[in-house]
């Protein structure tokens, strides 16, 4: 199989976008209206920077790289994660959500890939073909098959 890639992505940008778009508004009607009244200014201000930076966050240029070998998690200049699919100790898969926990042992080796309704900070590009894959690399023996990953018991 050639490897695939899978880009992290951000989940929240419609509140990044919000806060962006009201900490703009809020600086500017306050420049406008207030005469540079400075508390709304450096409210809008905050609002613009921490809008700006989640979506420029350096996690959005991680990415998910699935082979015949292993999983690993790349930044551009290094890898962050590897497990060989050899070393997954067990994999805890909700297919209703297409959601997965990918346990490789040590909390440093392993990787929750988000579905429908998971709690995370981040999405995944193309998440069912990454469950799929994962599903596919791992013995049917070290896959545990729940409900949703909330219901499970996760160590």
Do not use: N, Q
Not at 55 to 69: G, N
Not at 87 to 115: E, I, M, N, Q, Y
């Amino acid at each position: 199989m050639a490897a695939k890639h899978h880009r992290f992505r951000p989940r929240y940008r419609g509140i990044a976008w919000t806060a962006i778009g009201t900490g703009g508004a809020l600086t500017a009607t306050s420049l406008a209206v207030l005469g540079a009244a400075l508390l709304p200014i450096a409210t809008g201000a905050i609002g613009v920077v921490l809008g700006a930076a989640y979506l420029a966050s350096p996690t959005w240029r991680l990415e998910i790289v699935v082979d015949d070998d292993a999983l690993e998690v790349r930044s551009p200049r290094a890898t962050k994660l590897r497990v060989a699919w050899a070393d997954v100790v067990r994999v805890v898969a909700s297919p209703t959500t297409h959601t997965c926990f990918v346990d490789g042992g040590a909390p440093d080796k392993s990787l929750l890939v988000p579905g429908d309704g998971a709690a995370a900070p981040y999405d995944l590009s193309d998440k069912a073909a990454l469950y799929d894959a994962i599903l596919a690399h791992v013995d049917a023996a070290k896959v545990e098959t729940v409900e949703t990953l909330e219901s499970a018991k996760l160590k």
